[in-house]
């Protein structure tokens, strides 16, 4: 992800008006520095690759005491990751950050544990509906072998069907909730409902379209 404001031409003015807010605030509020980052960088290996997922590349950001900063990008492209790493939920791959002018890189466990009390994050994701320790093809696949299918193959084959349908790689099948970003676990829990349906109902949400929210109506729909 790289710093929302190198990505489009209405930048200018929206930092100009950002600055302006800015200004109104440590004026009237006297509103100090509450968060800096600097060139934040969160990697995650690859399991059985050099290869690395570069979520967060190099992301710069301050927050004023009173302010409010959106991310806003599309589903897994690294705002989640920036948030957790701003906490140390995961540990950043390099970058500053600060929280009130303290080294939050620098804390130990207990000094990280009072930070947490002042920093808290507000998780959206179903992630406590799926169980951490089961893979993507068995979360997806579990519904399609109560309903009877019992070869491996095709239990595979309709597992990466599903994923595809809900925009995601088929290759995640062999991935943990854990390894996947709010918005894709939402799709693998999409995907896990899908897999409920018997086939002709399925084909019935099978109409091509782009938006996962216009997916959900449409499944939605095919249920009721
Ligand atoms: N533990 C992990 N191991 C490997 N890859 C991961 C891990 N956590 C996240 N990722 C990957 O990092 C990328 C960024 O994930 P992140 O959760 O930050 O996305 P996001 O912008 O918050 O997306 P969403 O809008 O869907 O919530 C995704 O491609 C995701 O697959
Ligand atoms: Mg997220």
Same mark, same amino acid.
């Given at each position: 992800?790289?710093h ?33 980052v600097r060139g934040l960088v ?14 967060v590349d190099g992301v710069t950001f ?30 950043p791959t390099a970058g500053e950050i600060?929280?009130?002018? /303290?080294?939050? /890189? ?107 929210? /216009? ?10």
């Open positions: 992800m790289s929302p404001s190198q990505e489009n031409s209405s930048v200018p003015l929206r930092e100009a008006a950002a600055a302006e807010a800015r200004d109104a605030l440590m004026k009237g509020r006297g509103a100090d520095e509450l968060v800096r969160k990697h995650f290996p690859v399991e059985g690759s050099d290869d690395v997922v570069r979520a301050e927050i004023l005491s009173g302010e409010t900063l959106g991310l806003v990008g599309e589903s897994g492209c690294g705002k989640s990751t920036v948030g957790r790493c701003l906490l140390r939920l995961i540990e600060e929280f009130e002018g /303290r080294d939050v /890189r620098a804390l130990s466990k207990s000094e990280l544990r009072s930070l947490r009390r002042e920093m808290q994050i507000i998780f959206q994701d179903p992630y406590a509906s799926l169980n951490p320790r089961m893979k993507v093809r068995d979360i997806v696949g579990e519904p399609l072998v109560i309903h009877g299918l019992k070869s491996k193959e095709e239990k595979r084959a309709r597992v990466a069907e599903l994923l595809k349908r809900v925009g995601l790689d088929p290759e995640y099948m062999n991935r943990y909730p854990h390894e996947f970003s709010g918005g894709q676990r939402q799709r693998i829990g999409i995907a896990r409902a899908l897999a409920s349906f018997t086939r002709d109902r399925f084909i019935l949400t099978r109409r091509r379209c782009s938006l996962l929210f /216009r997916f959900l109506t449409r499944s939605a729909s095919v249920t009721a």
